[in-house]
């Protein structure tokens, strides 16, 4: 029943970035372009997940941060903030504004075809596959 659940919400989730317009990276490209051709029409999207995401915390702290199943949720703070997070926010950021796609957008369009999608997974892929010996190096070299 869990897998059946996940499935569902997966696709769920797949097809609001779809008709929402996310996987369409001409849109998202537009939407970062506030100094040229701006499209204004993903605040909408931000605002749809913004506010259920607001009930969902409110939720959440009425029931002292714990799961539906009782399991105690973390709590966000800044202990976890360090250079790691900061480079690779960046890197993700810069990728995602370069190429108009993060990984859920790109799932999605590469499921129906879309040949940017695929090559911006595979690019994701490799990068995640070299950046633990290139941050092993960089690690090396600042210790050195």
Known sequence: MRNLISFSVGGLFGLGLLISGMTDTTKVIGWLDVFGTWDPTLAFVLGGAIVPMAVAWQIGARRGNRAFNGTALPLLSGEGVDRSLVVGS???????????????????????????????????ALGMFAAPPLRTRLDRAATA
Do not use: I
């Open 90 to 124: 960046t890197l993700f950021g810069m990728g995602w504004g370069l190429a108009g796609l993060c990984p859920g957008p790109a799932l999605a369009s590469a499921m129906f075809g879309g040949t940017g999608g695929l090559a911006f997974l595979l690019a994701m």
